[in-house]
């Protein structure tokens, strides 16, 4: 599984512009171009290029920008993007790619589109694995062995092992040589990384100082242009801003609705309410770096002491599923077997008193001397009245065990510092977001423990390791899911993190925009097909 947090925000204090070319290539299916599209963002994007992103804001918005070399359907089925065709070798090691050479990249300002090529590719994967590169996507592509350009329009990428549904692996998104101002390795300090230029359907037109991105159509993208001339996604702090926002039509869509509000824009007919199978959930990640925290028995106390069904009931209408472990509810890799940790009390303060913590005067657990308390940092972006409520559920469940947590709100690129760089943190709050490969290598294998990596708990366990590779290794697709079934089952045990819940994900948008379909991960890989009637165009 692919890792995107769901908490980001970056305030861009300066505009960034492109110029583009002023005639347009039309779809030719007799849906009407034009029209504006504002959407909303539970926050702010912190990069926009592919490659350093790993928050869902940023990713969304890179789909827009950028192609792969393959893409996905509508249907789910592999269909070809930047690469016109491809041929595999019989022992699936070897990948040819023949590429389309009717693709140009978006213009930067003053300068002419200058055309995609092989070069690029072969550029793009070089850049992503250089050891300074920080980025999620490393360890999803170690299997790769090396990317050879075998002419200006054909390159041939060459495994370390034959993997399972290999060609779907290679949708991942394709940056311009020219782009970066390094070009040995990128770093989400580069220009590229906040004023990207792409292949796809979406060029970046600014960004405000407000965090507003605007998006134009390309008006020579290689699949025709896309209809909607103009993508605006805005930032929010408090998501009932968000529905207050399209109830007044301030904004178009809802990428997300809170389900607090879902009742309201249900009852409106101006919208429509669509559900989307997002593979992700929520979490409360530990620093293991803290002797306290090493120790499985207090993760287990945490857990069993919080009561998540009550949570989700509360705050979130009950809209989603308490969750057993690591991998994504509706995912093939989640073990049904394993069921949630049930809230036990007792058993919390019996698995304490087993580590050694014994009450003092003031309830709370003591252990050599030291009163039990925790810290629990929360970006500030995350403050909305939902999160309050559920910080505020978890400090008072830990504290009826006699656990003090004090919590902290940061600000987002403090809070990023903190747990990925510094790891100045006992406890964090925050939510993956996956894809369907399965693959957590980045969030559990000990290898990923690093400065701005995604195992930023330190978490560090050698059978964990040796099945996460061997998951990795092998062809068989039913030996790969009974070897998740263990891991699901190990770390449901250790509890690295307390697995929380998943939710049911909600869209808003208004009806006049429309033929919407929604990719559960990505969000807008079909977003050049909508179409705003010409009546209804702003």
Known sequence: ???????????????MASCFPAHAAPKGDGRPDGGVLNYSEYGRPATLDPITSNETISLRITELVFNGLVGIDEKQEIVPELAERWEASKDGRVFTFFLRKDVKW?????????????????????????????????????FIEKVEKTGDYTVVITLKRPILNALAKFSFKIIPRHGPSNPQYLTREDRFAHSPIGTGPYMLQTVTGDGEVVL????????????????????????????QALMF???????????????????????????YNALSYSFFGYNVRNP??????????????????????????????????????????YNLDIKPL??????????????????????????????LVLSLKVPIEKESEAVKRVVLAFQN??????????????????????VFLEHNFDIMFASWVFDD?????????????????????????????SLIVESKLTLDFEKRRTINRKLHAILAEEQPYAFLWTLTNYSAYHRKVRRVQIHPYKFFSFADEWFIPASEQK
């Open 292 to 333: 306290l925290l090493a120790d499985r028995r207090l993760r287990q106390a945490i857990t069993a002491a919080v009561n998540r069904q009550e949570m989700l009931d509360s705050f979130f209408n009950g809209q989603g599923t308490v969750i057993s472990g690591p991998f994504a509810p509706g995912s093939w890799a």
């Open 397 to 418: 469940y830990l504290k009826s065990v006699g656990i003090a947590i004090t919590v902290e709100f940061k600000e987002w690129q403090a809070w990023k510092e903190d």
């Open 1 to 15: 599984m692919k890792r995107i947090l769901t908490i980001t925000v970056l305030s861009l204090g300066v505009a």
């Open 437 to 465: 490969s399965a693959d957590i290598s980045s969030l559990f294998h000990s290898a990923e423990i690093g400065d701005w990596k995604n195992n930023f708990g330190g978490y560090s366990n050698p059978e964990v390791d």
């Open 342 to 371: 049930p809230f036990a009390p007792e058993r919390a303060r019996a698995l304490l008193t087993e580590a050694g913590f014994r009450p003092g005067a003031d309830g709370i657990m003591e252990k050599d001397g030291k009163k």
């Open 216 to 243: 134009v159509a390309n008006p020579d993208y290689f699949k025709g242009r896309a209809h909607i001339d103009k993508f605006i996604a805005r930032p929010f702090a408090d998501q009932n801003i968000m529905a």
């Open 106 to 142: 978006h213009p930067r300002e003053g300068e002419a589109a200058r055309p995609f090529t092989a070069d690029d590719v072969v550029f793009t994967y070089n850049i992503m694995m250089h050891p300074k590169t920080i980025t999620p996507l490393k360890v999803r592509y170690e």
């Open 249 to 275: 039509n301030a904004i178009d869509m809802i990428v997300l609705v809170n389900p607090r509000n879902l009742p309201e824009v249900q009852g409106d007919k101006r919208f429509v309410l669509q559900p």
